[in-house]
């Protein structure tokens, strides 16, 4: 006997019937590629003909929204979603080959500059080394001629702190960095929120204002900045294409 | 100093002045917790003042009709995203407690049922352990009182088919079960759909029809009623709530 599952569904979507209409079916897509939009297509032309009206959206959304939820399987994890994000429109430098800087060390950059701060032969320190803050700002900071030791959770230690002259935080650990592990008149650029009991907070104590000749204070120092700086990327790969 | 980002901020807004009005910034969420969506509001408050349009979506789309794209990390994973899948909505059973069965395992209930199988005591194979096909169909047999082995790539013998009363192939490799390897008379249900040479094949050589009692093919066997037991479920989980 050879199964005829087209008559099959025919026959089951008949006894579905009515009873589904004006339902909502939610769908989170991780991977937009031809073979999910085919998939995709084929669930919704079944949902069509009962009735059942297909939401595109992110989860939390659709999980308030909902009737029921499909989530088209696979998802992308992080690094392969990024391989997929075109340079020339990566706002973030979150690409394998990006056109512009990270928008954080563009506001670190901005910050030097307005502070009136030489990088150049200067000791800076970074402490952590990921893709949003530490990594693109010890690219910066070398690229403006500066020795920079990155100092990460594995990697180096604190003691660096201790003669640099430029010091950019991107940990994420609230108040961790205390005035005593800097030198005095140290540029200190914190770029580490994070959030302890419902309020934002850098690496550093606010303390360490006290003993910085240059202090970004969290909330209201490189925040603001790196969000603007997306924009000034945008301009930047606008005017590129 | 204490640098006042806010202000700095302002001043780079104001020189951005037109330049970007009209252009359109997407926005690609893995993750639509709370403290995403407040970066998100943030963002999207400067691109209001310069007049940029921000799009929701996914990144392929996006990449076409955008002039530039953020990825608001952190993207989740496949687990991370499905442990966040109410199971009261979860009509692919992808949750971690689903509520009900996997549309392919309605599937495979509903051809043994239709082709009169009792699987009860019957030596039953799966080729495959997946979360779609081979997982879920390997329990149905289970509860229908089959005795199952699951073969996969690294566990397993297919000379375990040599005796095997029902089948049922989740590999997603076209093409590999041949009449030979088969008891003459099992009931085949090949669910492993993949693409070969752009048209969908089964993990099922279409000569095997001739030694099966009960064969699906592909496409147009389980397929076709995997998806309408998508809706099936739906109307499963809507009655129960």
Redesign the interface.
Request: with cysteine; charged share 15%; glycine share 8%.
């Given at each position: 006997?050879?199964?005829?599952?087209?008559k099959?569904?025919e026959e089951?979507?008949a006894g579905?019937g009515e009873?589904?209409r004006g339902?909502r079916?939610?769908l989170?897509?991780?991977n937009?590629?031809a073979?999910t939009e085919s998939f995709i297509k084929?669930?919704s032309r079944?949902?069509e003909r009962?009735g059942?009206e297909v939401v595109r959206g992110?989860?939390?959304?659709?999980?308030k929204t909902?009737?029921?939820?499909?989530?088209q399987?696979?998802?992308?994890?992080?690094k392969e979603?990024?391989a997929?994000?075109?340079p020339e429109?990566?706002?973030?430098a979150?690409s394998t080959r990006p056109l512009v800087r990270a928008p954080v060390a563009e506001?670190v950059s901005?910050?030097l500059s307005?502070?009136g701060v030489a990088a150049a032969n200067k000791k800076a320190v970074v402490i952590g080394a990921g893709?949003?803050v530490g990594a693109p700002s010890a690219q910066l900071l070398k690229d403006l001629g500066a020795r920079v030791a990155v100092i990460t959770q594995t990697h180096g230690s604190l003691e660096e702190l201790k003669d640099a002259d430029i010091v950019v935080l991107g940990a994420g650990e609230p108040g961790f960095i205390k005035p005593e592990m800097l030198k005095p008149g140290v540029v200190l650029?914190d770029a580490g929120t994070s959030?302890a009991g419902g309020k934002l907070m850098g690496d550093a104590d606010p303390r360490c204002?006290e003993v910085a000749?240059?202090?970004?204070?969290v909330?209201?120092?490189?925040?603001?900045?790196a969000?603007?700086?997306?924009?000034?990327?945008?301009?930047t790969?606008?005017r590129r294409s």
């Open positions: 006997m050879i199964i005829d599952g087209k099959i569904a089951i979507v579905l009873s589904l339902r079916l939610g989170v897509v991780g937009a590629d073979a084929i669930k079944v949902a009962l059942v992110e989860l939390p959304y659709l999980a909902c009737d029921g939820i499909i989530v399987l696979p998802i992308l994890n992080t979603l990024l997929q994000l075109p429109k990566d706002v973030d979150l506001a901005e910050i307005r502070a893709k949003l650029i959030e204002s000749s240059v202090f970004t204070p909330p209201g120092g490189v925040g603001p900045i969000v603007v700086m997306i924009f000034r990327n945008l301009l790969l606008v």
